[in-house]
C-alpha cells in the first residue's frame, strides 16, 4: 500500500457503523488505514494499492529458504486434503463395503468435521507456544497412521471412530501450514502465494481423484487410495522434520516472548479472545459459509454424476478431476488479483460469478458438459477461497497467527460439519426423473440451491466485514499480555520518508 498523505475519517467503532463503514469503503479504491508513528500518534489516511506486478517478480522475491517453507506447507495442506478426500470421491464404493446408505457414509464426513475445531485449537496453540514445526510434524505422521486404520476397520462402528479420530489430527494442520508459509512471504507477494498455497485442497482432490481413477472401480479399491494417503503424509512429516523452524518464531522466542510458563500462555489467549471477540466471531461466520461453500458443491459431486447423470466411475471421476483443476486455476488467479483489487472485492465477486453459473453446472449432461461447468463453477468458488489463507493472516492478532486462522477455519468446518449430510439426506428424500427417464435422488437441485444461498450469504457477509491488506508480518509480534488493546507492528512498506518508522494498524 502506499500513503497519499489524505486524510479520511476514523475508523468506526460498533458492529452497525463498521458494517456500514465497510460496504461504503467496498466501492472506494483506495484503503482506509489507521497509521501510528513511534510516538504512538495515530491518523486516518487513504492508501493506494501498488500495481500488480508480474508473477515471476513476485517469485523471485522469495529467498530459497522462504520457497521451502512454502513448499513444505503447500505440500501439508495437500496431503492433508488428500487423506479427506479419499473417502469424499469414494462414498458409493464404501457404501457398498460397509453396506450402508451413502448418507450413513457421510457421517464420517460430518464427525471428521466437526472434530477439525478441536485439533485446530490444541494444535494451532501449540504451534503458537512450541513453535510450527513439531505440532506439523506429529499431525502428519498421526494422520498417515490413521490412514492405514482407517483401511483396518472391519466394521461401520470402527470406521466412524478412526475418522474421528482423523478429525481431530487434521484440524491441526491448516493454522501451522499458513502460518509457516505465508510469514515468510513479501507483502505484495501475498496475494498471489496465498492463492496458490489455498488450491493445495483443491490439489489434495485433484490427486486422490486420479488415484481413485488409477484403481478402478471394484468395492475393495478403496483401500489403495487410503494407503496412497498414509504414505504422503507420513513423507511430508519425515521431510518438515528436516527443516528449521520458523524464523518469526525463532525471533520472538529470543526476544522472550515466548519463555513464559503455560499460565501465562493461557491467560494471554484469554485477553486475546476478551479483546478480539469480534473479529473472532466474524471470522468464524465468514468461514462457515465458506466450508458451507466448499463441502456442498463438492463432497457428493461425484455422487451427482454416479447417480442423477448415469456416468460410470471412470468419467465421473475425470470429470472431478477437471473440476479441481479449475479450482486449482481460479484460486492462484483471484488470490493474485486481491493484491490488487482487495480482499473482499475480490471474494464478493466470485461469489456472485459462482452463483450465476449454478444452472450450467447442474443441468448438462455428459462428461464433457459436466467437466467444462464444474470446471468454470469451481474456478470462483476456490477462487473465492484462494483469498483466505491471507485474509485470516492478516486480520489475525500478531502474536497468534498460528492459532488464529486455523481456529476459526475449523471452527467454521465444525459449524457446517453436516453440509455433505444434509445434502445427501434431502436429495435421498427427494427425487427427479433423469434423461434415462428413470428416477434418481435429487442431487442436482438440492446442491443448486444450497449453493445460492451460500454464495450470496459469503457475499454479504464479506462486504461488510474488515480488510486489512498490506499489514506486516515481520514478527509474530509481542504477547497480547505486554501491549495494550491496540495492535501496533512495525513495517512501513510502501511509504517514504515522510512516515518513514509508522506503522500500520488497521482495526475492527
Not at 487434521?170 to 510469514?183: C, F, H
Not at 478402478?216 to 489403495?224: A, L
Not at 503424509?233 to 528436516?242: D, E, H, P, T, Y
Not at 486455523?406 to 457446517?416: A, E, F, K, V
Amino acid at each position: 500500500m502506499t500513503s497519499t498523505y489524505e486524510p479520511a475519517d476514523p475508523v468506526a467503532k460498533g458492529i452497525l457503523p463498521t458494517a456500514k463503514q465497510s460496504l461504503s469503503d467496498l466501492f472506494i479504491w483506495k484503503q482506509r488505514v489507521v497509521v501510528t508513528n513511534d510516538f504512538g500518534e495515530e491518523h486516518t489516511e487513504w492508501q493506494s494499492p501498488e500495481p500488480l506486478k508480474n508473477p515471476f517478480t513476485l517469485f523471485a522475491q522469495l529467498s530459497v529458504k522462504d520457497w521451502i517453507f512454502f513448499v513444505v506447507g503447500f505440500l501439508a495442506w495437500t496431503a492433508d486434503a488428500f487423506d479427506f478426500h479419499a473417502l469424499s470421491i469414494q462414498t458409493t464404493k464404501l457404501a457398498k463395503y460397509y453396506h450402508r446408505t451413502n448418507t450413513d457414509i457421510t457421517t464420517a464426513i460430518t464427525l471428521t468435521l466437526l472434530l477439525r475445531s478441536i485439533g485446530a485449537a490444541l494444535f494451532g496453540l501449540a504451534g503458537d507456544k512450541y513453535g510450527r514445526k513439531w505440532p506439523m510434524v506429529i499431525n502428519m505422521l498421526v494422520l498417515g497412521l490413521l490412514q492405514i486404520a482407517t483401511i483396518y476397520a472391519k466394521t461401520f462402528q470402527q470406521f466412524l471412530a478412526v475418522r474421528s479420530l482423523f478429525g481431530l489430527f487434521m484440524g491441526g494442520v491448516y493454522g501451522n501450514a499458513i502460518a509457516m508459509a505465508l510469514e515468510n512471504c513479501p507483502v505484495n507477494a501475498r496475494g498471489l502465494m496465498s492463492g496458490i498455497l489455498q488450491q493445495g485442497y483443491s490439489f489434495g482432490y485433484v490427486v486422490a481423484a486420479c488415484a481413485n481413477l488409477g484403481v478402478g472401480g471394484s468395492t475393495e479399491s478403496w483401500k489403495t487410495v487410503f494407503w496412497i494417503g498414509a504414505g504422503l503424509s507420513i513423507a511430508i512429516g519425515l521431510v518438515r522434520i528436516c527443516f528449521p523452524e520458523s524464523k518469526q518464531f525463532i525471533e520472538a522466542k529470543k526476544a522472550g516472548h515466548q519463555a513464559k510458563a503455560p499460565g501465562v500462555f493461557w491467560a494471554e489467549t484469554k485477553k486475546m479472545l476478551k479483546q478480539e471477540w469480534k473479529m473472532c466471531i466474524y471470522c468464524i461466520i465468514l468461514m462457515t459459509w465458506f466450508n458451507y461453500y466448499s463441502h456442498t458443491s463438492q463432497d457428493s459431486y461425484t455422487t451427482f454424476m454416479l447417480t442423477q447423470k448415469h456416468l460410470l466411475n471412470a468419467p465421473a471421476t475425470r470429470a472431478s478431476i477437471l473440476m479441481k483443476t479449475g479450482a486449482c486455476v481460479g484460486g492462484t488467479i483471484i488470490g493474485y488479483l486481491s493484491q490488487f483489487v482487495g480482499r473482499r472485492r475480490a471474494m464478493v465477486v466470485a461469489a456472485i460469478l459462482s452463483a450465476c453459473m449454478i444452472p450450467a453446472w447442474i443441468l448438462p449432461e455428459g462428461e464433457r458438459s459436466l467437466s467444462a461447468s464444474g470446471f468454470f463453477i469451481q474456478f470462483f468458488i476456490q477462487g473465492a477461497w484462494g483469498v483466505i489463507p491471507i485474509h485470516l493472516n492478516e486480520l489475525s492478532p500478531p502474536a497468534f497467527r498460528s492459532s488464529f486462522p486455523g481456529l476459526t477455519y475449523q471452527l467454521g468446518n465444525m459449524i457446517s460439519s453436516p453440509s455433505a449430510q444434509i445434502v445427501n439426506a434431502i436429495a435421498e428424500s427427494h427425487q427427479v426423473r433423469t434423461n434415462q427417464g428413470k428416477l434418481a435422488s435429487a442431487y442436482g437441485p438440492t446442491m443448486g440451491i444450497a449453493t445460492a444461498i451460500i454464495a450470496l450469504g459469503i457475499a454479504v457477509t464479506a462486504a461488510l466485514g474488515p480488510e486489512k491488506r498490506g499489514r506486516k508480518f515481520d514478527t509474530v509480534g509481542p504477547s497480547v499480555a505486554e501491549i495494550p488493546a491496540k495492535d501496533i507492528e512495525q513495517g512501513g512498506g510502501g511509504m517514504d520518508e515522510k512516515t518513514a518508522g509508522a506503522v500500520i494498524s488497521e482495526k475492527i
